[in-house]
């Protein structure tokens, strides 16, 4: 079951050998159940540092994380995160990987292990290891072990970023048919604005270190969303106006 997310006057600070460094300062920000959202802003800004926060990775930050209405004080399994590298297990195959952190026995554990292998699309690759599947399959074994404890939350820190731009395209439109069927709530580090408008109901700007939440944009698309639309293209100048670049010809401009 999807589950809500709550940030109140959430800061990071970390120490440093010449002064300490503000990363996140005067966060506020409130996420429905269901809903998915883009996190964008420059690069150091405290957009990983906020998503490791809110997975409880790092508890040594100021104000409040609520999940589900209970504070955050550490990892736990109604919290899945996906990194830029898969991190499947070497000496695991794809179903051992997948089926890694579920509780389950028996046919339950099986049918849930299978269900997500096909969700994923690499059904009969059941048996296959890590080194034998390309970078693109396996983020999609990485997504399925993170949705195999059924979370509430599915956290993603540029999952796509290593992958070449068609591999990347391909399972951005794979992760949004599976956030289509599932509904978690999601949160979307990304350093691409074009995958942050096309996937996100919400794309969430931040400032220049100390990171702050600088605008919220509602993006009203239907999924699937087309990239070539007038639409698109004014979301995309709005949000890059942001950071005074939308004359930039890049889409990763921050």
Same mark, same amino acid.
């Given at each position: $079951?999807?589950?809500?997310?709550?940030? #109140?006057?959430?800061?990071?600070?970390?120490?440093?050998?010449?002064?300490?460094?503000?990363?996140?300062?005067? !966060?506020?920000?409130?996420?429905?159940?269901?809903?998915?959202?883009?996190?964008?802003?420059?690069?150091?800004?405290?957009?990983?540092?906020?998503?490791?926060?809110?997975?409880?990775?790092?508890?040594?930050?100021? &104000? *409040?994380?609520?999940?589900?209405?209970?504070?955050?004080?550490? =990892?736990?399994?109604?919290?899945?995160?996906?990194?830029? *590298? =898969?991190?499947?297990?070497?000496?695991?195959?794809?179903?051992?990987?997948? &089926?890694?952190?579920?509780?389950?026995?028996?046919?339950?554990?099986?049918?849930?292990?299978?269900?997500?292998?096909?969700?994923?699309?690499?059904?009969?690759?059941?048996?296959?290891?890590?080194?034998?599947?390309?970078?693109?399959?396996?983020?999609?074994?990485?997504?399925?072990?993170?949705?195999? =404890?059924?979370?509430?939350?599915?956290?993603?820190?540029?999952?796509?970023?290593?992958?070449?731009?068609?591999?990347? $395209?391909?399972?951005?439109?794979?992760?949004?048919?599976?956030?289509?069927?599932?509904?978690?709530?999601?949160?979307? !580090? #990304?350093?691409?604005?074009?995958?942050?408008?096309?996937?996100?109901?919400?794309?969430?700007? $931040? #400032? =220049?270190?100390?990171?702050?939440?600088?605008? !919220?944009?509602?993006?009203?698309?239907?999924?699937?969303?087309?990239?070539? #639309?007038?639409?698109?293209?004014?979301?995309?100048? *709005?949000?890059?106006?942001?950071?005074?670049?939308?004359?930039?010809?890049?889409?990763?401009?921050?």
């Amino acid at each position: $079951m999807s589950i809500g997310l709550t940030m #109140t006057d959430v800061g990071r600070v970390f120490e440093g050998a010449v002064g300490d460094v503000i990363a996140l300062e005067d !966060v506020h920000l409130t996420i429905a159940p269901g809903e998915l959202i883009s996190l964008v802003g420059p690069s150091g800004c405290g957009k990983s540092t906020l998503l490791r926060a809110v997975a409880g990775l790092d508890t040594d930050y100021s &104000g *409040e994380i609520l999940a589900d209405g209970q504070p955050v004080h550490g =990892p736990d399994l109604t919290r899945g995160i996906i990194f830029q *590298e =898969p991190r499947l297990f070497p000496w695991l195959n794809l179903w051992e990987n997948v &089926g890694f952190g579920l509780r389950t026995a028996g046919a339950e554990r099986k049918q849930r292990i299978g269900e997500l292998i096909q969700l994923v699309g690499l059904a009969g690759f059941e048996q296959a290891y890590p080194h034998q599947l390309s970078g693109g399959m396996a983020q999609r074994a990485a997504i399925a072990r993170a949705l195999a =404890p059924s979370p509430g939350v599915l956290l993603l820190d540029e999952p796509f970023g290593a992958l070449d731009a068609f591999t990347r $395209m391909r399972l951005q439109d794979a992760f949004q048919d599976i956030w289509l069927a599932q509904r978690t709530t999601a949160i979307l !580090v #990304t350093h691409d604005i074009e995958e942050a408008i096309d996937l996100g109901q919400r794309v969430v700007v $931040m #400032t =220049p270190r100390p990171g702050r939440v600088r605008r !919220v944009v509602e993006i009203d698309l239907p999924y699937p969303r087309d990239r070539g #639309t007038e639409q698109f293209a004014a979301y995309r100048r *709005e949000i890059l106006a942001e950071f005074d670049l939308s004359h930039a010809g890049a889409a990763h401009a921050v």
